[in-house]
């Protein structure tokens, strides 16, 4: 699967609450991100879908999701986070979030300035200090095999004069800051951990020995990793304590190991049979909801016939994405609905305005009636051509994976109703579909999901200098090879915007070039599911099932049942 | 005797050298330790480029064959290029492991399997006979991941729920309680049963039916014949005389499945998360981290030669007649 | 069965060591009820060569392995008679006697000393196998007596060869050891089925020498199983020839060669190889096949293939006839007078 995030600027804080998540079971839990207080609940078990091999939060090792959130997420924390809403927030290292507001942000130059938290310390009773900002920023840009440099890169210097106040200075505006010693994969490292200098690489790979979050990892191998209340964390106390989880890498097991009660909790990859086995067992729980990754039909532009938008959007006509709805994502998320959005999902900033493709609901007569429009005739074989030319596409997506193979199955007849036939072409994921494939424009259409991040910038998947190309060796991501120099112009205006009432207008702007010029069809939201023990815990889990941090993000904040 | 052993052992070496060539190509051809990083939108292309570069991975393939083979000889296995672990530790955590399921299961099966193939061939064409072949072809026949499947949720979830239990009446997955300190040999061998049915079921079927031919051919034989003739007593001739000749082939095939029991039980140990070489394998091989697999597969082609030796000299001492000169 | 005395005072001086009284064998097959031995009666005397000839499948083996009750479990069984044992019925003994019996008063030897010998013993630990299993004695003891038995059957560097496995000898030294395994215990009978067969000529003529010394040494009678009445002439005192499951003849060795009354024994006699006479063209061939022993011809079962079949062969069965002291045939024509073969049905 591809997952494409979006980096540009979030400027301050906006809680705009976005109720998506559903529950099955019972009885729903509320949202409350609130701590637990240390009520000593005893002793808890997780179950990962993905165990991770390694620590190293910055090498490639950071590039699992579980890391994070089995076991970094909970361990250190971060600058800036963000909310079940898809916001971004100050963690209690912060005293408070930087905005333009109360002057932390700066736009020219810029600078974000840090206020640490004066309670904030290390397990060991040290202070988090701005050195240890300095730190982190070096860390990313010199370890050897550092993969997030992104944002670092862009960092002149961090002003560490006050050991309470991290003052980072960026050579330009960097949207994205909060992405930098925090948002979804980041964290502030202990520079006082790291006596070897900033390149860590070989360094925490199967322990972190220090600790400014809820818990301290006190074990980690490959039959389980253990998470001990850290008694030095000024937040709110973690109720359970110690925490293990353990690896449950066969989904089967999975869901067999939380029905028996061997784990409390478990985050796994939604599958047809999944919310059936889980409502088999009262005292299971679970939540479910679109998460920020979202599925769409994306074409590529650049080649005929598709860039004739009459052809595009006879296309549109005829994708019949409430049937895929019922057919792919109904059975796990009863309540899932065919996505609209322009290139950003309903709960994740208020971005997404989810009218832009609403019209567009399956009517093969109206795609029909557009290509005879467009001197298209209806051949004998049922499809139609031009100039001797049928209108046969190729449809490509990744090998394997059923829910997308079912949809290629089910797209065909409806184009076939319709007179567009579907020539199906899959390719391995994520070489070379996503290696060579979309990046050389070797398609016409493709199913594929982005992942909608809390910034809601867009450029790197729209504006006309990311096309791939040889300038930019093709590694840029805009695989429907647009371009239309207007809308790239108010991305980057956008991304320059600071204050998100002023960008707000900018990106339904931006929004409203892509379903003009008909760019891609957005399919659905990929459904989350945090599913638990009512008999093991309460409290608000499953509150950030549908943010990229995951179901267990807040376990500090979970209770006994 | 020796020379054999010493001429085999120096055929090895080209063996070991083709096979990890091999290997690297596959590893190569087929996975990329940078194909997932490549799709994390927060890693940049520049990142992608320095990563590629620092791992060495930018060199020509046989330059890091090479490498990774002169400092495998020197007995330097280094660190995961993925995931910067320790090559040899992991490796020896996870032969560990899979021995201690690999070689239980394969003692029970020896135990069930020849005790089973003797009594059904004594017994040729007796109700437990057409049972226990019966079984056995149902055995060989049951598919690893479903049988394991059934086992997880009878005894995890059926039995659980029928007599009303807190836990469940059997762990189903794992190699001990989460968060067990110390060694406890009950709760160690809870979670040993449901994994070693799944695997001795498979085996007690093979051996059962390898045992029973063998018995069959040693009971025709002329020799057990001779030997009743002699007036030796039933327990000599069968013990002396069947037994011996009987589980000969077996023993040969017993030393060879214990070489490759080292390559790990891929589908039982990912649906029990049971920590050994299978997992190891699959999930180096998922990340082209060929750091791994090389070492891995050296590693386990080593076993199976040396067990494939054992079972030669085995196979020589148990019947003169075979002699390696 | 019939009024023929099988105990002849005049040659016998003493009882039987072995008398085998109207034994009947069956085999089970997926096809029916096999009869291989159909009440047959001999006995043998102390010191006795007694030769028991036929084709194969005629069921003289099936009498050798009864004797000893080795027929194969589960399909075979003795449905009927005895066999006196000095007296005393070893088809009626118990399992632990037969045992005691077996090795120790009467020994065996096989077909394919190869095969009948445990590849992965040693040959001299499978003979002191016999004293332990008999025998209290000292596992010393026992190799030192198997090494000596090794010398007496003829096998030179006794001592060194009773080390080595029966793989490393040639057929006749194999056969040699099987019969050294036989007459360790000294046995009252050896039961040697078709012991020369496997072996080529100028070897068979040694076992056979071998066997007849131990005879002298040690006063053993044999029971000899063979389907080559040329390994019967210098070697047998008396024979009995064998079809289909019945006796036919029985007779002094000398009698049978010379006055044969069955015409069965007439056409054994013509495809014989006889190891006292060169060889001259090919043997002929007793025409036809014997018949299935689940379904027997009705009366004389050797009528389909006999030359001088009469139409009362073909319904009345021939109970065995005396013809001449010790000697009885199962012929209706056997006391006519002047019955006996044409000059071309048996070579000179």
Redesign the interface.
Known sequence: ???????AVVASLLLVAVACGKEGGPSASNNAVTGGGGQNAG?L?LGAEQFP??L?PI???A?ASWEDWAVVDHVLEKAMTITPQGTFEATPLLTEAPTLANGDLTQNPFSVKYKINPKAVWDDGTPVTSKDFEFTWQAHMKT???????GY?KITSVDTTDPHTAIVHYSQIYADWP?NFGG??DYVLKAAAFPKGPDI??QV??NIPFSDGPYKLTSF????L?LTANDKWWGPKPNFS?V?V?????S??EV??L?????SAIYPQPSVTLAQRLKSNPKVKYRVGGGSSYEGVWLNLAKAPLNDIKVREALFWATDREAVVNTIIKPSDPDAAVLNCAGWVPNVGPWCDNTQFANFHYDPNQAKSILTADGYKLGSDGIFAKNGQRLSLTFSTTTGNKGREDTEALLKEKWKAAGIEMVVKNYN???PI??DILPKGNFQVAEYAQ?ASPDPGVT?IYACDQIPSAA??Y?G?NFSFWCNQQATNVMKQSDLQLDPAKRLPLIKQVGAFVRQDLVWLPLYQKPLITAWRTDKIGGPIGAYNETGLGGFYNLYAWTKP | MGQYIARRALVSIPVLLIASISVFAIVKATASPVAAIRSNPRVSQAAIEKYTHDLGLDKPPPEQYLTWLGNFIRGKWGTSIVTGRPVGPDIRDGLFNTMILGITSFLVSIVLGVGVGIFSAVRQYSFFDYLSTGSAFLGLSIPVFWFALILQIVFGLYLTNWFHLATPVLPTAGMFSPGATGIDLIDRIRHLILPVTVLSVQIVALYSRYTRAGMLDVLHSDYLRTARAKGLNERTVMMRHAMRNALTPLVSVAAIDVGALAGGLIVTETIFSWPGMGVLFISAMENGDYSVVLTWMMIVVAFVIVFNLIADILYAVLDPRIRYD | MTDVTYFDPERDSARPVIAVEDLVAEFRTEAGIVRAVDGVSFDIAQKEVFAVVGESGCGKSTVALSVLGLLPQPAGRIAGGKVLFRGEDLVSASPARLRQVRGDRIAMIFQDPLSALNPTIRVGEQIAEVFRAHREIEPKVAWEQAVELLSIVGIPRALARAKDYPHQFSGGMRQRVMIAMAIALRPALLIADEPTTALDVTIQAQILEVLLDVRERFDMAILLITHDLGVVAGTADRVMVMYAGKKVEEAPALDLYRTPKHPYTWGLLGSTTRVDRPRTGSLPQIPGSPPSLLVPPPACRFAPRCPRVQPICRTDYPELRKVDVGQVAACHFAQDPGWGPAPEEVPA
């Not at chain 1, 353990?246 to 066969?250: C, I, K, L, Y």
């Open positions: 699967m591809r997952t494409l995030r979006f980096v002793p078990v091999e390694c190293n090498d490639s090792c590039n050897k095999g550092s993969i997030f440099t992104t890169d992405d979804n994969t690489s070989g790979q199967t191998n490959k039959n389980e253990v110690p293990t353990v690896p449950r890498t066969d089967n097991t067999t190991s029905l028996s009660g061997e784990v994921s994520p070489s996503f290696t992942v790197s930019n060796q590694a991501q």
